[in-house]
């Protein structure tokens, strides 16, 4: 890590259901079990590097611990920290075994496949010296997961924690703030400067969120299709090969019969794996999808917000309804960043977008009208069961 660098890290704290704690807890005893095996197995001559002990001991880790190939590497790094004197908490993770999958929920691959896990931010904090980019950690309350975060600021001096946690926000986290309330926060802090300027500028930030996510969206669904594709062609090619394996069995060819099942057993092995990453995929698509709903609905109570503002604004003289009018112009251009996401979905998933519909305004209305009927639903359903 460069000298530039400000390491900084951020504590989460993981909701797992039984099933998924169970799963944290097998995989954290197997790398605890393979730091204890490998202090008993490596000579104290043996050289302490990373690709002596690959060379002597990758092989017998892996059947010792269970672990996948990742864990294995990371656990050798771990236990030359350990020799070195270290002290070494809980299980390391990079990019590939964990990932931040929505506003609230990340992906942990563990003994039994990857688990998806509710979570809340606990705090944030200066000093990360773990060249892992993250950390599973059992606590006595419930499971951790520290990640990383690398600040590059030469020649700035971070004055507090809060300008960190700003300076640092990823796209997932700024979206939460978005619709955790940042409209009407900002309206509050602006009082008496321009309100209205920093209620456009809010709601061009929540259309740049969307852009983000509806990008992510893109890339999504594009590998998701990529993927299918690639498992189609597996299932023809095996179905081929189930006649001419029958053909040359007919004719006493075993050798060509066996190279054909064998292919048959390799294919069916590729599609295991792909059906693995689609189901990813899927599950990738939907927490977007949610994520662009929250948006969604955190954009109408901007808008609601600067529609009361502006009838406040009327109401006093014509001078405030000039503003608006001023006003109008941005948002209108703020609005074409998601027509543009829109665009880039479609060449990214070789679907064409909808062609300009004259009757926008009624398929507005028509999907308000949906969501009223969701909520007096709710509604009659919150009202039975009172009753009951």
């Avoid at 509710?118 to 060249?131: A, I, K, L, S």
């Avoid at 946690?165 to 309206?187: D, F, H, P, Y």
């Avoid at 209205?196 to 893109?218: F, K, T, W």
């Avoid at 095996?238 to 048959?264: M, N, S, W």
Wanted: net charge neutral; proline share 3%.
């Amino acid at each position: 890590m460069s000298s530039s660098a400000t390491s900084k890290f951020c504590r989460l704290n993981l909701r797992p259901d039984a099933s998924a704690a169970l799963a944290f807890d097998r995989i954290l005893e197997a790398h605890t079990r393979l730091l204890d095996w490998l202090d008993a197995s490596v000579p104290a001559g043996h050289a302490a590097d990373l690709v002596a002990l690959h060379r002597s001991f990758y092989e017998a880790a892996r059947v010792t611990s269970g672990l996948p190939a990742r864990s294995v590497t990371l656990a050798f790094k771990d236990w030359v920290r350990r020799r070195r004197g270290e002290a070494i908490e809980g299980l390391p993770l990079d990019e590939k075994l964990y990932s931040i999958k929505g506003i609230e929920s990340v992906s942990i691959a563990t003994l039994s496949g990857r688990m998806t896990i509710p979570f809340q931010v606990e705090d944030y904090g200066q000093g990360w010296t773990d060249p892992a980019p993250a950390r599973l950690v059992k606590r006595a309350n419930g499971f951790q997961l520290i990640v990383s975060i690398e600040l590059d600021t030469p020649n700035v001096t971070v004055k507090s924690q809060e300008e960190a946690m700003l300076a640092t926000e990823s796209a997932v986290k700024r979206i939460g703030r978005v619709i955790a309330g940042m409209t009407n926060l900002a309206v509050d802090a602006a009082e008496g400067v321009n309100p209205e300027a920093v209620l456009v500028q809010a709601i061009r930030e929540i259309d740049a969120a969307a852009d983000e996510v509806r990008a992510e969206l893109g890339k999504a669904t594009a590998e998701r299709h990529r993927l299918d594709v690639r498992r189609q062609q597996l299932l023809r090619e095996k179905d081929d090969l189930v006649a001419k394996v029958r053909i040359a069995i007919d004719e006493k060819r075993d050798d060509l019969a066996e190279a054909g099942i064998a292919r048959q057993v390799d294919i069916e092995a590729q599609v295991g794996v792909l059906d693995r990453l689609m189901g990813d995929a899927d599950e990738k698509i939907v927490q977007l999808g949610q994520t662009i709903d929250a948006i969604s609905a955190s954009r109408r109570e901007a808008e609601q917000t600067r529609k009361d503002f502006q009838a406040s604004r009327a109401s006093v003289g014509g001078e405030g309804a000039a503003a608006v009018g001023s006003s109008g112009d941005r948002v209108s251009g703020a609005m074409t960043k998601v027509a543009r996401a829109q665009a880039a979905t479609a060449r990214v998933t070789g679907v064409p977008a909808a062609a300009p519909n004259n009757d926008a305004r009624a398929l507005d209305e028509l999907a308000e009208l949906q969501r009223q009927r969701e909520v007096r639903s709710r509604l009659e359903r919150l009202k039975s069961g009172r009753d009951a």
